[in-house]
């Protein structure tokens, strides 16, 4: 996802609103059961552009207590820096970057998609369940105890 900022690029303090739909071909360790929509904010700062929005999915997951395939809906919050080109980077005595988390781009576009994957992925929990009760499977006979009870023994050794 490109987002072109020629219009504020060299305006300080200049903002740019951007509706966003996006439909990636895939995004490595999510299947989206749709696009990602949302909104993004980009104002001029000087030597950087700060980058805010919100941006919404849904994904396809398997439950980690069930197994269960369920959709899972994606909302996150965007707060982010970018940078034109190395030479506005602040750097320090060293050489090093002063902000690892400021992001490098080269002409007046802004490629979004590492931004869109990475925040996507940081919104999946650790462990995603179908919902919050879930009872799991049965470690003995294997039944997934949200769909029916089994007869087996309830104590663990």
Not at 95 to 123: K, P
Request: aromatic share 6%.
């Amino acid at each position: 996802m490109i987002v072109n900022i020629s219009e504020i690029h060299n305006i300080l303090g200049g903002i740019l609103e951007v509706p966003i739909h996006f439909n990636p071909q895939s995004i490595e360790g999510l299947e989206l059961e749709e696009p990602v929509r949302g909104w993004i904010r980009v104002e001029n700062l000087g030597s950087r552009f700060h980058l805010t929005g919100e941006l919404h999915s849904r994904a396809r997951m398997d439950c980690s207590r069930c197994a269960g395939s369920f959709v899972l809906p994606l909302s996150v919050e965007l707060d982010e820096y970018y940078a034109a080109g190395k030479d506005e980077l602040a750097h320090d005595s060293t050489g090093e970057l002063e902000d690892l988390n400021t992001f490098v781009f080269f002409s007046d576009e802004i490629d979004l998609s590492q931004t869109i994957r990475e925040n996507l992925l940081l919104a999946v929990p650790w462990t995603p369940l179908c919902h919050e009760d879930c009872r799991g499977i049965c470690p003995q006979c294997g039944a997934n105890r949200n769909e029916r009870e089994c007869a087996c023994s309830q104590e663990q050794d």
